[in-house]
């Protein structure tokens, strides 16, 4: 057999045919994506049928009348006691009369292509759709047109929708068609916000200025452009938000120069423009004021309402504040606070109920009109002993009971620091209920090191304190945290304390209960209802600051009724302010003392300390709450044991004890010296197993309800 026909045998036959060979995989590429362009063509092209129909079928609305837009009217919570209706401040002008350079900062810094775009930015129009379909916060893009067009047209500026989203982009394109540029430019200039409660450019120029906008100078008007994007930032532009107002001012005279609108020299040469300080209207005298103030901020800050519609859309806010407490809380502070105090000395009360932690009552200061920031919310101020009822709680939480003892002897050292108790008493060993009933520090100090100070700031946190003022300049982990170096607001300490009455559910303190709209719809608002420790946990905390006022340092909060009554004093180092926190079963009030200046207090006629003035306070307002509200007496609940702590010596009772107070957070330092370590009991108790009372009432998926001695 030859070679040629051995290969001949191995060769396996060819196929008889083109059909018996298996498709070429490029082939069958090319009618996949031919497939795919043709599906993509028909999608784009039914996208542009489908624009191109809503564009036909999308008239222009009707305009606002002249965009004169209806200011809200604030409620007290039962919805028809009226706090104040404020208005909205606008004067239109023609166009000819806004300086050049006012318009080219305004267009240089919020549409550097308006007099060449349709109306509308692509770019910035996906990113609306985005942020709406999202739920996300993202940066919008509108141009001029887009801005003018929600704030002059009707029924496009208070919808929350893609449906007003799609209408706003048709009627631009239309109007950017229909109108000209210097007409849409005139619009915008006179129905924008610019904050200080003024709309329009006139408006605004008066405000800031108290100028006609035509004598404004370049300066001026790009701090007016500046002002456009965040108005709430430029309000108080000569105070504490100057450095913000100032580098955005900058950013706009450097856009103004890329723009090719100002020069570099001229750019260079300009100063920032400090406005004049903000005048305020008669009609927020008083706590009135505070309430509308209280009430904006949250709206803007919790609820998602720009100030903007806030002011335009004709609102009814119903607030939480009742006007019989309203009244009794300034009756309380003015009645017992001396007529002499400084004027530099700040009284703060909030009282929130709660079930809901709606704050049914609040004093912020003695006058809107002379001083705007509240002392009640935004004030804050050295907790001091206010903040052991957290070291409590998060010992109770972790497994300890009240019969833990802890050494209260005094002085001890902590980190080389000398930590001393109030006149320098010593305690020895004692329960809890004994350092709490009289506010023992050295005793404190120990028991939160025992069960971590980082269990101790999480409880704190749980309870409504922001870790960032937990953790300012490290306190959080300074031994002193347990005596309360963190600053807080009454607010912040009036929902705290309102935990424990509520057996350990926190709700968030709010002040606006719903929004009612123009066309009918009813916003409402609750604050979620969470667990931070069991109704254990809450009543043996309730215990020792039930043996606080019957016979510690807070006795003088004892109310007329005789009804149980749990709370703690503060005393700030060097008396820098003093606190008493308290409750009954109902209702829980904060009330808190300090200075603007943060110097030691001095209040003729009286001791600084906690269970004096501040104690005495709430015990006046309190007294009238519970008749005012014909709030029935209720016992707290039963704890899991029954204990006493060594009785307060008489001769070291609040009020009449002189000299400086040292209860307070921090001692003063002195160089170290040995001392013997900090005696602690040298194991851990295990952690029992908490099964849930079974009258535990606080279901956190349970919905709020109004306070039940509501208007």
């Known amino acids: 057999m030859s070679s040629s026909d051995i290969g001949s045998e191995d060769h396996e036959p060819e196929p008889d045919s083109e059909r018996e060979r ?5 082939s069958r590429r090319v009618r996949l994506a031919r497939r795919f362009g043709l599906g993509l063509l028909a999608f784009l092209g039914l996208v542009v049928a489908i624009f191109a129909v809503a564009y036909l079928f999308t008239p222009i609305p009707s305009p606002q009348a002249k965009a004169k837009a209806q200011g809200p009217v604030f409620y007290y919570a039962d919805g028809k006691t009226p706090i104040a209706k404020t208005g909205v401040n606008r004067d239109a002008v023609p166009l000819a009369e806004v300086p050049r350079h006012i318009r080219d900062a305004v267009i240089a810094t919020e549409n550097r292509t308006f007099y060449e775009d349709p109306g509308v930015s692509v770019r910035g129009t996906a990113r609306a759709f985005w942020s709406t379909v999202s739920g996300e916060q993202v940066q919008g893009g509108s141009t001029i047109t887009q ?59 008066k405000a800031y200025y108290r100028k006609d906008v035509g004598d404004l100078t370049p300066a001026q008007g790009a701090f007016l452009a500046a002002a456009i994007q965040r108005p709430t930032e430029f309000a108080d532009a000569a105070g504490e938000r100057r450095p913000y107002a100032e580098q955005r001012w900058r950013t706009v005279v450097t856009g103004m120069v890329q723009a090719g609108v100002l020069t570099e020299a001229d750019a260079a040469a300009m100063k920032f423009p400090v406005p004049v300080r903000q005048s305020n209207h008669d009609i927020l005298r008083g706590q009135v004021g505070y309430m509308v103030n209280i009430a904006r901020k949250e709206l803007i800050e919790r609820r998602g309402f720009s100030e903007d519609e806030i002011n335009r859309a004709g609102l009814k806010i119903v607030t939480t504040f ?66 052991k009822p957290f070291v409590l709680a998060a010992a109770l939480d972790a497994g300890y009971g009240l019969s833990t003892v802890v050494n209260g002897g005094s002085p001890q050292y902590f980190n080389g620091a000398r930590i001393q108790n109030d006149s320098g008493t010593s305690y ?51 031994p002193t945290l347990s005596l309360g170096v963190t600053a807080v607001s009454p607010a912040q300490q009036a929902g705290a304390y309102a935990a424990f009455a509520a ?8 002040v606006v209960k719903r929004v009612e709209r123009p066309d009918g719809n009813v916003q409402k608002f609750s604050e979620k209802r ?18 606080v006022v019957q016979g510690g340092t807070g006795t003088a909060a004892n109310l007329p009724d005789g009804r149980p009554v749990a709370g703690k004093t503060g005393t700030g180092v060097q008396g ?38 501040p104690a005495q306070i709430w015990r006046s307002y309190m007294g009238e709450a519970v008749a005012i509200k014909d709030i029935p007496v209720k016992e707290f609940g039963s704890p899991s044991v029954y204990l006493g702590g060594p009785p307060q010596s008489p001769s070291s009772s609040p009020s009449e004890r002189p000299g400086p107070p040292t209860e307070g957070p921090e001692s003063p330092v002195e160089p170290p010296e040995p001392s013997p370590p900090p005696e602690f009991p040298t194991e851990r108790p295990s952690l029992p ?11 956190p998926g349970e919905p709020a309800e109004d306070w039940p001695y509501a208007p």
Request: proline share 5%; net charge positive.
């Open 530 to 547: 969470v667990r931070v420790f069991d109704s254990r946990v809450a009543r043996d905390a309730t215990y020792a600051m039930a043996q």
């Open 322 to 387: 009742d006007k019989r407490l309203m009244d009794a809380a300034g009756d309380a502070v003015k009645s017992i606070l001396p007529d002499k105090t400084d004027k530099n000395v700040l009284t703060g009360l909030v009282s929130v109920d709660p079930g809901t932690g709606q704050v049914v009552a609040m004093y912020g200061g003695r006058d809107y009109l002379d001083r705007q920031l509240s002392s009640s919310f935004g004030s804050r101020a050295q907790a001091a002993s206010g903040f």
């Open 576 to 613: 820098r302010a003093i606190w008493f926190n308290g409750y009954i079963p109902q209702l829980a009030t904060s009330v808190g003392i300090f200075r603007v200046d943060n110097k030691p207090l001095e209040i003729p006629g009286y001791s600084i300390y906690g269970g004096v003035l």
């Open 22 to 26: 298996p498709p070429a995989v490029g």
């Open 689 to 699: 197993t908490r099964p849930p009372f079974p009258d535990d009432p606080y279901d």
């Open 428 to 478: 020895g060993m004692l329960n809890l209920v004994g350092a709490t009933q009289n506010s023992v520090n050295t005793a404190y100090v120990n028991l939160g090191l025992k069960v971590g100070l980082d269990k101790v700031t999480d409880m704190a946190e749980s309870l409504g304190i922001p870790r960032k003022q937990l953790t300012a300049n490290g306190g959080d982990t300074a």
């Open 147 to 205: 801005q003018m067009v929600r704030n002059y047209y009707s029924g496009l500026s208070q919808e929350r929708s893609l449906t007003r989203k799609v209408k706003e982009v048709m009627v631009s394109l239309k109007v950017g068609r229909e109108k000209s540029k210097d007409w849409i430019l005139e619009q915008y200039l006179n129905t924008i916000y610019f904050g200080r409660d003024s709309y329009g450019i006139q408006a605004a120029a």
């Open 503 to 510: 057996e350990g559910a926190f709700r968030r303190p709010y």
